[in-house]
């Protein structure tokens, strides 16, 4: 379920093909992907998983395998 | 309605042909985060939302020299907005910090925002940083900024709406978990989106203005006075004159006779009086008729009232047939009561009053004529009571367990056969010659009724005793014992020993509504058409038989 709203998020934010492999969805790969992005995606999936994500750990969330790890494994979340 | 980011990231996406609303977002904090948000909440709302912001950090100098001054502003202030000494991100200053420095600041700041001739303030009371060593005195002036916005007509948001940790990392004040329910705030404050005050407060009696209810209680056993039970009624109706004195307008609406509703008022029992009604309607009629009724003989709007009752159906009924109306529950427990007169004052919030908003009940009624409700029948509420998941328990009551239903008997006035009383005597002679007693016990979503029906019938269907709580009223009750007692009596018709009293017009309306006949045994109710007309009511009951049919 986590899984398939990260993925909506992304496409939404960094206006992906729906169509996309999330595995290659990282920031290196994607133009649009930069700071003003960044925060958006922070923001969305604050408010989607009810959670804060502080700033030292939003810099690592650079692609869609990144986020996932981070979400699997904080404290938050159940 | 709380929205998440895919949601309103679903509305935003959509097409839509609605108009659009300019308007000004003033707030120092980085704002990127609401916009898919306050756009969502706007097309909710039935527009586009055209908005511009300010660069980050800049309010202070925006205020103090804007630009679009003609357009809507809607200021969105944390308390170092305020006073910058406050704000978490410059740490906390060196230079001493005086009240009369405060003052100067609050005022020199409202000062500038008076300039905004178009525009809504929202606060968020987050905490400052402590401006002074003294707990006490800094607390002071968190308090003083908070007040003097809102003298100002400024709207308090939750303090969980700042988030520290997102204002220290990002320069963004707003907390992720509260995106919607901010921009909901904002939106909600452009131009022809904030309701408007209401003109008129309807309210209902039992329960209401007082606990109990007048016509099984009687008007002595009633409560609304500074103790014990009534407490909350006698503050309820302190708060209705408040209201009165100060331009709105109080209507009582009541399913009642009218001489039994206004009995409290005429005895001296209290506070709020009969004159301080500019108009009291007591019939069988629905609410949402009278209510109607009322708002056509005032010329009022219905969209300008607000209907008080304590009762989920009445309030059910009325939201479904008046949507223009809005229905407010009178709070069953005291602890709800500081957020249910909450509610009332955000709806009835004049920022001024005039010598003719103190005399405005008696200038309605020198115009008011006499209301003619209609005999609607109200909303249909069968939808509604499916969901109330209700279970009908049936006690063919002995010798252990018959003195809780004859009370009922004897006690209800109202859904009453004939108004006989029944001794406990009498009650047992008529079970040895063959009549059974019924009591019926209702447990719903919203808890147990306990028992709030009792029948006593022989087995040739005549029916001497038939008596239902108004507590149940609306429920179609009275016609699922009917047809649970046709079932188990085999019997071709009913006989009632009806007779009229003045105080049952509840039953007499439904013998109306009844395909009755009158003959010299009684009143005739023809099973098979009875059971043929009324059978979707079953569907309405969960049934749980006690002990023998």
Redesign the interface.
């Known amino acids: 379920m986590e899984n398939e709203i990260v993925k909506n998020i992304l496409i939404i934010v960094l206006e992906l093909d729906p169509n996309i492999s999330m595995e290659e969805v990282d920031s290196d790969n994607i133009a649009l992907w930069d700071s003003m992005r960044m925060l958006s995606i922070v923001a969305a999936l604050e408010n989607e998983f009810g959670l804060f994500i502080d700033a030292s750990d939003a810099v690592n969330l650079t692609s869609y395998n990144n986020i996932i790890k981070f979400l699997e494994n904080h404290p938050e979340m159940e | 309605m709380s929205l998440?980011?895919?949601e309103a990231?679903k509305i935003v996406?959509a097409d839509n042909e609605l108009g659009t609303e300019s308007f000004v977002l003033a707030t120092s904090g980085?704002t990127?985060?609401l916009e898919v948000f306050i756009k969502a909440a706007s097309i909710q709302r039935g527009f586009n939302s055209d908005y511009k912001i300010l660069p980050y950090n800049t309010l202070q100098q925006y205020v103090a020299s804007p630009s679009f001054i003609e357009t809507h502003h809607v200021f969105v202030l944390f308390p170092w907005d305020v006073i910058p000494e406050g704000d978490w991100r410059s740490g906390v200053t060196l230079r001493e910090i005086n009240e009369k420095e405060i003052s100067l600041g609050v005022n020199n700041f409202i000062g500038k925002l008076k300039q905004f001739s178009s525009r809504s303030v929202l606060y968020v009371p987050a905490s400052m940083l402590p401006l002074t060593c003294n707990l006490g005195i800094s607390h002071f002036f968190e308090l003083h900024v908070q007040g003097a916005l809102l003298k100002e007509g400024a709207e308090v948001l939750s303090a969980d709406f700042f988030?520290l940790?997102?204002y220290l990392?990002?320069g963004?004040p707003f907390?992720?978990?509260y995106?919607?329910q901010i921009s909901d705030a904002i939106v909600a404050c452009v131009p022809g989106q904030h309701p408007m005050p209401k003109k008129i407060l309807v309210t209902d009696f039992d329960n209401v203005m007082w606990r109990g209810v007048v016509g099984e209680d009687g008007a002595d056993d009633i409560q609304c006075s500074n103790e014990g039970a009534g407490y909350i009624h006698f503050i309820y109706q302190s708060y209705l004159l408040k209201l009165k004195s100060e331009g709105a307008l109080i209507a009582g609406v009541t399913r009642n006779d009218f001489d039994v509703a206004v009995l409290p008022f005429r005895q001296g029992n209290t506070l709020f009086k009969e004159r301080d009604f500019v108009s009291l309607l007591a019939s069988y009629n629905s609410k949402s008729a009278q209510i109607q009724a009322l708002s056509h003989n005032l010329n009022i709007t219905l969209d300008s009232i607000i209907f008080v009752d304590d009762n989920p159906l009445e309030i059910e009924e009325v939201t479904r047939a008046l949507p223009a109306v809005e229905c407010l529950m009178f709070p069953e427990k005291n602890e709800d009561a500081p957020a249910f007169f909450l509610h009332l004052q955000q709806r009835f919030n004049f920022s001024r009053m005039t010598d003719e908003d103190k005399q405005r009940t008696e200038l309605y009624k020198t115009r008011f004529k006499a209301t003619e409700v209609s005999s609607a029948s109200g909303a249909d509420l069968s939808g509604y009571l499916q969901s109330l998941d209700m279970t009908l328990k049936v006690i063919k009551c002995d010798a252990s367990n018959y003195k809780r239903a004859l009370q009922l008997i004897n006690k209800t006035n109202q859904f009453n056969l004939n108004g006989i009383k029944i001794s406990e005597e009498q009650f047992l002679k008529e079970v040895n010659s063959g009549m059974m007693l019924y009591s019926y016990a209702l447990t719903d979503k919203f808890g147990d009724h306990g028992q709030i029906c009792s029948i006593i019938v022989s087995d040739a269907g005549v029916i001497s005793h038939f008596a239902m709580s108004c507590r149940v009223f609306q429920r179609k009750i009275e016609y699922m014992v009917l047809l649970l007692l046709a079932e188990s009596l085999c019997v071709e018709k009913f006989i009632f020993l009806f007779n009229k009293t003045e105080k049952n017009m509840p039953f007499q309306l439904f013998i109306g509504e009844s395909e009755v006949a009158v003959g010299e045994e009684g009143v005739m109710l023809d099973i098979r058409l009875f059971v043929n007309a009324n059978q979707a009511v079953s569907g309405l009951f969960n049934v749980e038989v006690v002990g023998e049919k």
Do not use: D, N, V
């Open positions: 998440s980011f895919l990231s996406a980085q990127e985060k988030s940790s997102s990392s990002y963004s907390s992720g978990k995106l919607s």
